[in-house]
């Protein structure tokens, strides 16, 4: 489980075929420092396992099922990751709950910069978009958000300076493909008012 907070943007440092999938090392002294072979990190809000840690560099192993189903499989070295440890009993829950799994990838349709302040709009598809409603919560590339405007095909984020400096979503540009989650609690009611309305 994670908050949304991103802890770190890292870079990748390399991206090797271990066929049917890759070993993904990314390169970040602090949490290196602090994590432990076997822990689980959000890389763009996809949960991976560390298997490897040498000095400032984490490896990780991502199947064929995540490459295909996250944008985890279009990063190469140099690309810049979002990263977050997991959620500790006693930690300090600041974003929203955000379980890793990602529900499906979205484009970038339309970014509007206003100084440093930002709004984007980003098209996904239509089962995530019934799970949002205005003021609620999703995680886009691991980032917990507000919604702003939720429409029939795409939904609105506000982003502050802050978050566009310490993430990689100050980077998005229009046709980009991001990483949705959808609120947990939203899956839950959804799923209890369809099955109330078969019996």
Known sequence: MFTGLVQSLAEVVDVISEP???RLIVRDSRIAAEARLGDSIAINGCCLTIVSIEGDRIAFQAGEETLSRT??????????VNLEQSLRTGDFLGGH??????????????????ADWCKIWFRVPAPQLAQMASKGSVAVDGVSLTLVDVEAERFSVALIPHTLSITTLGQRK??????????????????????????
């Open 20 to 22: 049917p999938g890759v």
């Open 71 to 80: 944008n985890l499989g279009q990063l190469s070295p140099g690309s810049a």
């Open 97 to 114: 709950y955000v379980t890793g799994h990602i529900d499906a990838v979205g484009t970038v349709d339309s970014r509007h910069d206003d």
């Open 174 to 199: 229009v046709g980009d493909r991001v990483n949705i989650e959808t609120d947990v609690l939203a899956k839950y009611v959804e799923r209890q008012l369809k099955l109330s309305a078969k019996n």
